[in-house]
């Protein structure tokens, strides 16, 4: 009777795992809105309600560990600082390539952490500038639906440029964002 319960059991299992092991993998494309807080020096800025689209490759890489190429771009722009008497300086666009490493801790749920390059540019009327720098972050995707994926992350990224002096300027950021993916399987 033992044997065969166990039996059962481990025959039970085997979909489950099987079903798991296509969670997360593959392509998706999706669109997130994401909250920045950015820092340079003693100056500091809020970018609210960015919208991204992003696209992802995921690919088992054995037992319940998941990688993934990622790519997103901000689709509109929005006041990065915002000075009493002064101009404005906007975020125009932002473009991120990364990967993440994952781990499945259930069929549906999947926490990871991500490194990325990010290249932005910042504007006001009389001045522009692109930065480029690095991101890293954890986050987590929850299977909601078949096919259908939501997320959440946070970001810490440090993007650069060179003044006209020739000196180098650092933008420290802080990112939180959350969104919805269409798995293709």
Do not use: C
């Not at 059991?9 to 669109?31: E, H, K, Q, R, Y």
């Not at 309600?49 to 995921?58: I, S, W």
């Amino acid at each position: 009777m033992k044997k065969q319960l166990a039996i059962l059991i481990l025959s039970s299992l085997i979909p489950a795992a099987a079903m798991a092991a296509d969670n997360f993998t593959g392509a998706s494309v999706g669109a997130e809105v994401e909250t920045t807080k950015y820092k340079t020096g003693s100056v500091k800025g809020e970018q609210m309600g960015a919208g991204n689209l992003k696209a992802d490759y995921g690919f088992n890489m054995g037992g319940n560990f998941v990688g993934a190429v990622e790519a997103k771009a901000k689709v509109n722009k929005n006041d990065a600082f915002e000075f009493s008497g002064e101009p404005t300086i906007e975020q125009k666009d932002k473009y991120s390539v990364g990967y993440t490493q994952g781990y499945r801790v259930t069929k549906d749920l999947m926490p990871y952490a991500k490194a990325e390059y990010i290249n932005s540019k910042f504007q006001d009327p009389d001045w522009s500038d692109r930065m480029n720098g690095y991101g890293v972050g954890v986050g987590a995707k929850y299977n909601v639906a078949q096919n259908v994926e939501f997320g959440a992350e946070y970001v810490h990224s440090r993007l650069k440029a060179k003044d006209s002096d020739g000196s180098k300027e650092t933008l420290k950021g802080n990112t939180v964002s959350a969104g919805i993916s269409y798995r293709f399987k």
